[in-house]
């Protein structure tokens, strides 16, 4: 198959002409036509019904389109990623952070990436709020959760992060360890809010079965940061990213609790509004901070 066959098939598709989809590439209708003939015998199936005025796909042209698109996908994905590979790294780059994430892990990794690239400016804002990104002038933030149907472009990071709830020696030592989440009404948690909802419903899953504790405490922010604080300081329990918190219990000033059973999700993405903030500059940085993310979880 010839790549120009394949690209003048999705655009034909798209468009529903022939000689339209001919013009955007370059080249005639009768060359164009040729060219469906040829992908057509090529395939040994039948991509469009034809008539004299309109054509449509085929059943096997339908199936046959999206594979085409992606293996078209995938080879501009390739294209991109060596212009990256060769592109000059400049320029500013604006990047939202969040808070406790931000200050503890990322910036280090983002120190550590410019100073491989000392053309590159770098222009950062510590928030949690994801409304920042239309608000603020970022080009990407980083940011934990699926996101709602938003609009908002977003590429994984650390998929397979969890949270970790956990607590200070001092705190256990003063009331106790939890068996089960159940007993964590018997405590009080340390809560994190964002826009006014706060994240004091936590969800465990043990044998394929979900359980979620109406948790309550005397403290709650709209800063992670603060919340990991005040559970380093044995104020309480957290349920936080394992991101957030894994040095603090390899170090022992925190103690994973309840370890049998599964945690609730906390996947970090990279996101932006618009693919064409994809730049070789953000891909660079994507990769650089799947490959640290990993290793870091992995200790």
């Not at 994905?77 to 590979?85: F, P, T």
Request: net charge neutral; glycine share 6%.
């Amino acid at each position: 198959m010839r790549l120009i066959d394949l690209e003048l098939f999705v655009l034909t598709a798209e468009s529903g002409s022939v000689s339209s989809a001919g013009r955007r590439i370059g080249i005639s209708p009768a060359t164009a036509s040729a060219s469906l003939k040829r992908l057509e015998e090529s395939v040994g199936a039948r991509l469009f019904l034809r008539s004299t005025r309109s054509q449509r796909l085929t059943v096997e042209g339908e199936i046959f389109l999206e594979h085409c698109q992606q293996a078209l996908r995938t080879l501009n994905d390739g294209r991109e990623a060596l212009n990256a590979g060769r592109a000059v790294i400049q320029g500013v780059l604006q990047i939202s952070l969040p808070s406790d994430l931000g200050r503890n892990v990322l910036l280090p990794l983002i120190d550590e990436f410019q100073a491989k690239h000392s053309l590159l400016h770098i222009r950062l804002h510590c928030s949690d709020r994801v409304a920042d990104v239309f608000r603020q002038p970022v080009d990407i933030a980083l940011r934990y959760g699926e996101l709602p149907d938003s609009g908002l472009i977003a590429l994984p990071i650390a998929p397979t992060n969890r949270r970790i709830l956990c607590a200070a020696p001092s705190y256990l030592l003063r009331y106790g360890t939890p068996a089960q989440p159940s007993e964590l009404v018997e405590h009080n948690c340390l809560t994190y809010q964002l826009s006014d909802k706060a994240h004091d419903r936590w969800t465990f899953i043990r044998d394929g079965l979900s359980t979620s504790v109406q948790v309550c405490g005397n403290r709650t922010s709209d800063d992670g940061e603060i919340v990991r604080r005040w559970a380093v300081a044995g104020c309480g329990i957290a349920y936080k990213s394992a991101l957030d918190v894994i040095s603090d219990v390899r170090e022992g000033r925190l103690i994973r609790l309840c370890q049998e059973w599964q945690t609730e999700a906390a996947p970090l993405y990279l996101i932006c509004i618009d693919r064409r903030q994809l730049n070789p500059v953000v891909q660079l940085l994507r990769a650089f901070l799947v490959e640290k993310m990993a290793a870091y979880l992995l200790g």
